[in-house]
């Protein structure tokens, strides 16, 4: 095959990604599809399992659907400095919740753009449909992001190709135009008839994707950048916003509580025993993390929520240890009440 016979797709392995990279590689190019990991669109309960020092590989998901195409797969990681860089001061702004979509999508396809350049691929395609997401997926947006990455004429949208601009492969008569689809909207029954048409019967459900878009992580992030206090944002603050019951006290002071072993576990390695943490000492229950200097005065009552979440919540009085380094302090409480907490 000659170098214009290879194109790099965006592989998620939902089934807008499965139709689009089906559709190329039934017009006959080889497919390499890039998997990206941002840091928040990883199953958390994989993520959470393995800990915050994960090495990260697709999961087996994504590559049992890639090899069902035939699609090489390329992992790649993005989340580092980079991506919080765009959550933290995103150019075009957030979304519903803590997702900068615009700015994600123009680095994503940045990368893919070196992918395409290094493969001498003809161009990037994406599974994206005109009009189906509200940030990231009008015309303008579409527009912008090709535009911002530097693809101008080699990012093709396979499933709304003919309700866009053609590209420059389509032009030449690389890729044919006729072959393509007109996809629009936020229905999902075409997608679905045109995958019985093209015998793909694996594929997820949709919804779900990156956490950053979840109302709950919005309202954390957003009450972690109220409480900086002028401090930037980073990637140990990100990754405790992903597990475990938040509150904030009236003082200000942020408590992080495990709500099972894996979430203790996960918490406990990431904050590398730097917080205070508080344990009830005679029935197993969450474990909870101070992150910052609270104020000492504050610890009973620390230690009463502690003992709320725990097998010992309906006792008079139980004893909880506060722990930083070499230093423990025990306190006998009695666990708050749930409206109190409230």
């Given at each position: 095959?000659?170098?214009?016979?290879?194109?790099?797709?965006?592989?998620?392995?939902?089934?807008?990604?499965?139709l689009a990279h089906r559709i190329m590689a039934l017009e006959g190019f080889e497919v390499v599809g890039v998997h990206f990991y941002t840091g928040f669109n990883e199953d958390l309960g994989r993520e959470i399992a393995s800990g915050p020092r994960w090495k990260w590989t697709p999961s087996p998901?994504?590559?049992?659907?890639?090899?069902?195409?035939?699609?090489?797969?390329?992992?790649?990681?993005?989340?580092?400095?980079?991506?919080?860089?765009?959550?933290?001061?995103?150019?075009?702004?957030?979304?519903?919740?803590?997702?900068?979509?615009?700015?994600?999508?123009?680095?994503?396809?940045?990368?893919?753009?070196?992918?395409?350049?290094a493969e001498g691929a003809a161009l990037v395609f994406t599974g994206e449909v005109l009009g189906q997401r509200p940030m990231s997926q009008l015309r303008q947006s579409l527009d912008l992001?090709?535009?911002?990455?530097?693809?101008?004429?080699?990012?093709?949208?396979?499933?709304?190709?003919?309700?866009?601009?053609?590209?420059?492969?389509?032009?030449?008569?690389?890729?044919?135009?006729?072959?393509?689809?007109?996809?629009?909207?936020?229905?999902?029954?075409?997608?679905?008839?045109?995958?019985?048409?093209?015998?793909?019967?694996?594929?997820?459900?949709?919804?779900?994707?990156?956490?950053?878009?979840?109302?709950?992580?919005?309202?954390?992030?957003?009450?972690?950048?109220?409480?900086?206090?002028?401090?930037?944002?980073?990637?140990?603050?990100?990754?405790?916003?992903?597990?475990?019951?938040?509150?904030?006290?009236?003082?200000?002071?942020?408590?992080?509580?495990?709500?099972?072993?894996?979430?203790?576990?996960?918490?406990?390695?990431?904050?590398?025993?730097?917080?205070?943490?508080?344990?009830?000492?005679?029935?197993?229950?969450?474990?909870?993390?101070?992150?910052?200097?609270?104020?000492?005065?504050?610890?009973?009552?620390?230690?009463?929520?502690?003992?709320?979440?725990?097998?010992?919540?309906?006792?008079?009085?139980?004893?909880?240890?506060?722990?930083?380094?070499?230093?423990?302090?025990?306190?006998?409480?009695?666990?708050?009440?749930?409206?109190?907490?409230?």
């Amino acid at each position: 095959m000659s170098s214009k016979d290879k194109v790099v797709g965006m592989f998620s392995g939902g089934l807008d990604s499965l139709l689009a990279h089906r559709i190329m590689a039934l017009e006959g190019f080889e497919v390499v599809g890039v998997h990206f990991y941002t840091g928040f669109n990883e199953d958390l309960g994989r993520e959470i399992a393995s800990g915050p020092r994960w090495k990260w590989t697709p999961s087996p998901q994504v590559a049992e659907a890639a090899g069902r195409l035939g699609v090489r797969l390329l992992p790649i990681d993005v989340s580092g400095d980079d991506y919080l860089e765009i959550i933290s001061n995103p150019r075009y702004g957030h979304g519903s919740a803590a997702n900068p979509c615009l700015d994600c999508r123009i680095l994503l396809m940045k990368k893919a753009k070196e992918v395409m350049e290094a493969e001498g691929a003809a161009l990037v395609f994406t599974g994206e449909v005109l009009g189906q997401r509200p940030m990231s997926q009008l015309r303008q947006s579409l527009d912008l992001v090709m535009k911002r990455s530097g693809l101008e004429g080699r990012l093709l949208r396979p499933l709304s190709a003919r309700l866009l601009a053609p590209t420059i492969p389509e032009m030449e008569g690389t890729v044919n135009r006729e072959n393509l689809f007109a996809f629009s909207g936020r229905s999902r029954k075409p997608q679905r008839e045109l995958a019985a048409r093209l015998d793909i019967t694996e594929y997820p459900p949709s919804g779900g994707g990156c956490h950053l878009t979840d109302e709950g992580f919005g309202r954390k992030y957003d009450d972690l950048l109220a409480h900086l206090e002028g401090d930037a944002v980073t990637l140990r603050d990100m990754n405790s916003l992903k597990t475990g019951r938040h509150l904030r006290l009236s003082g200000g002071i942020k408590i992080i509580l495990g709500r099972d072993e894996r979430e203790n576990a996960y918490l406990e390695e990431l904050f590398e025993g730097r917080v205070w943490t508080f344990n009830a000492c005679d029935a197993p229950g969450a474990t909870a993390f101070v992150p910052g200097d609270p104020n000492r005065d504050e610890f009973p009552r620390i230690a009463a929520i502690t003992a709320r979440y725990g097998k010992a919540r309906e006792r008079d009085s139980v004893r909880v240890l506060a722990r930083l380094g070499d230093e423990a302090i025990e306190f006998t409480v009695r666990p708050a009440k749930q409206e109190e907490i409230e």
